[in-house]
């Protein structure tokens, strides 16, 4: 192959293959912001893992907890059974006059206990006795309450709210018992009856006993778990609503003469859920979606890497009050004055800058209402955390987008404070008319780079509708 | 090189400070590379940055067996090889022409600077362009150039006469007349 090497490839070989050249300075603050904008996909794809990962535990957890409320009646019945067993010593200590046969409950196995309960019913009667299915069975759904909890974590728990539980429902598992006990004794006579007496009474009182039984079934804690939830669900309000967005904002340093960068209007939406913790109280939170839009006119590409004749260099990067905004390529540069005042073409039309970045806000607010008849007034404040989830920029030329690119250094969450009026006017029993103009403040730049101070404000009023769940 | 190879291991853990003094140590020669084979700075200014980003994205691929220059030139070669094979079906293939070799006095070679010599390249079409840079500065056979680019051996040696056709001429009319003829093609 060297052989082949000529004059001309050993000429060029020697001056070029170690050519060094400075690129252009703003090129590397374009390689950071692409590898943030790398960073923050990759964040973004990580929080989008754990959250599937959390619905997918979610999911898990539901199943599980659905799967155990309906477990076969002869699990439940073993785990009441372990459960009373368990705590059996404590209730001994303080009741001595408890009703049931103690000796039955000590057994460590329980599934057995609950044969040796009526084991030992048999032994004080001294006859035999067959437990009825149906006579565990019907107490067996008052205790779908200790399902829903950790049985483990009533099995190990001795704080008092637990043990007040398990007290009423002893209370209630011993009225079953007195049940038992009178089924018991009429399976007794029942027997003696068999021999030579009326069947059909025996079955009439059979079904009255178990009328009774199944009246006692009930969970004792299910009317107040109802009357609880339904409290619960009634205080809960859900909002949605839409915004025009007003931002204003100060110009924190010193730009190129005539360049001049406004903000422009946006749109808002938000869906928010709300809890009446007060009559006149309701703390909200949820998402508003926002945009923060800006213009820049006479944009400034002082950092243009000048050199003779035209084009009169090439610039990858404009600076504005939120901050620098790298061009995914660079622009050709063109003077047609000789001046400061660049073009990106040759025709002399002059850029402007679109600046557009779209935030997630995740707002907690409260509301006071100060009149709460049909039409009703709040005062509204509260603090919210913003995530950075758009970052747009383009330079326009006679309406024609020539780059594009992004403002480089933006934080990807900062926080802010909003306070506002709620307007509400009732069109129905849950349905209410809002209008809510609220202002807002970030508190800290949205720019990472300490020598831009980008914190706009905005006002939005939010119009929608809230539908109450009472 | 201690130093080097702790850059890069900071770097692969997503070290900004550390990326940084890698691109400031790294990014006039690699810059110097790019400019070889883009048509203007704004081409060799995007290669080199979408270059960066590989680098910096795939740093931890680096086995540190060779030299991690060679590695990240390798990089900015195939960044500008990927943007060419894009865009080669605009490019016709020519066919195989007879280059003449030429030698050139001692005195004409040392007045020709590099940047002179790298417009000149800069002005050869795309493919004869990437085909002199892999051949004649960056090494390659033409059987590794006909696979890299996705032609054939034949293809490459012809490009290659073709632009060294159009170098010669252009030195020649620059910078004087060659000492004495070469008589063979070299393809």
Not at chain 1, 110 to 118: F, G, H, L, R, V
Not at chain 1, 123 to 147: E, H, R, V, W
Request: proline share 3%.
């Amino acid at each position: 192959m060297l052989a082949e090497k000529n004059n001309i490839d050993q000429l060029f070989q020697e001056k070029l293959r170690d050519y060094e050249k400075n690129p252009s300075m703003f090129l590397w603050n374009n390689i950071e912001s692409k590898l943030d904008a790398q960073q923050r996909t990759r964040k973004i794809n990580m929080i989008k893992g754990f959250g599937i990962a959390a619905a997918i535990m979610f999911a898990f957890l539901a199943g599980w907890w659905l799967s155990n409320t309906t477990l076969p009646n002869n699990q439940v019945e073993n785990k009441i059974a372990g459960t009373v067993i368990q705590k059996n010593e404590n209730i001994n200590q303080t009741n001595k006059t408890q009703p049931l046969n103690q000796s039955a409950l000590t057994d460590e196995s329980a599934n057995k206990s609950s044969e040796k309960i009526s084991a030992g019913r048999n032994s004080t009667s001294g006859k035999q006795y067959k437990p009825s299915i149906s006579s565990f069975a019907s107490f067996a759904p008052s205790t779908s309450f200790l399902n829903k909890r950790s049985d483990a974590s009533l099995l190990e728990s001795k704080e008092p709210i637990l043990v007040d539980v398990e007290k009423e429902f002893l209370s209630h598992f011993q009225n079953n018992l007195k049940l038992i006990k009178q089924l018991s004794a009429w399976v007794t006579s029942f027997n003696h009856n068999l021999k030579g007496s009326d069947t059909i009474q025996g079955n009439k009182q059979l079904n009255q006993l178990n009328k009774q039984f199944n009246s006692n079934d009930r969970d004792p804690f299910a009317h107040d778990t109802q009357k609880k939830s339904f409290n619960k669900v009634s205080n809960w309000t859900l909002s949605a609503g839409v915004a025009p967005v007003f931002t204003s904002q100060k110009q924190g340093r010193n730009y190129a003469l005539g360049q001049n960068t406004t903000a422009e209007n946006a749109v808002s939406g938000a869906l928010m859920v709300g809890y009446k913790v007060k009559k006149r109280i309701v703390v909200k939170s949820g998402i508003i979606y926002s945009q923060l839009r800006q213009v820049t006119k006479n944009v400034d590409f002082s950092q243009a890497n000048l050199t003779n004749g035209l084009p009169v260099g090439t610039s990858s990067a404009v600076v504005t009050p939120s901050g620098n905004v790298n061009f995914n390529k660079s622009i050709v540069l063109y003077s047609m004055n000789g001046l400061s005042n660049y073009n990106t073409s040759i025709s002399g039309y002059q850029p402007v800058l679109r600046q557009e970045f779209g935030y997630i806000e995740i707002p907690v607010q409260a509301t006071y209402k100060i009149i709460d008849h049909k039409f009703n007034v709040g005062v509204t404040g509260g603090i919210g955390a913003n995530m950075l989830v758009g970052n747009k920029a383009g330079l326009f030329e006679n309406g024609q987008r020539v780059n594009s690119g992004e403002t480089a250094n933006l934080r990807d969450v900062t926080y802010s404070g909003a306070m506002g009026l709620e307007l509400g006017y009732d069109l129905g029993s849950r349905i209410t008319l809002i209008v809510e103009p609220r202002v807002k403040h970030f508190i800290n730049s949205l720019s990472s780079n300490k020598t831009v101070d980008f914190k706009p404000n905005q006002l939005d009023i939010i119009t929608g509708v809230t539908y109450s769940f009472n | 090189m201690t130093n080097l190879e702790d850059c890069i291991r900071k770097c692969s853990s997503g070290d900004r400070k550390s990326q940084t003094a890698l691109y400031n140590q790294f990014a006039s020669k690699m810059y110097g590379v790019c400019l070889r084979y883009s048509k203007d700075s704004t081409e060799a200014e995007d290669n080199l940055q979408e270059g960066f980003i590989r680098i910096f994205t795939k740093i931890d691929q680096f086995g540190y067996k060779g030299s991690f220059e060679g590695w990240m030139r390798r990089i900015m070669v195939n960044t500008s090889l990927e943007k060419f094979r894009k865009n080669s079906h605009l490019y016709p293939v020519e066919d195989m022409v007879i280059y003449e070799g030429v030698s050139f006095a001692e005195d004409t070679i040392s007045g020709i600077s590099a940047g002179d010599l790298l417009k000149m390249v800069q002005k050869l079409p795309p493919r004869y362009k990437m085909v002199f840079n892999l051949y004649a500065i960056e090494g390659y056979s033409h059987q590794e150039i006909g696979k890299m680019m996705n032609i054939s051996e034949g293809t490459s040696k012809s490009n290659l006469s073709r632009a060294r056709v159009i170098l010669q001429k252009k030195v020649i009319e620059e910078f004087g007349l060659e000492k004495n003829t070469v008589r063979t093609t070299l393809c």
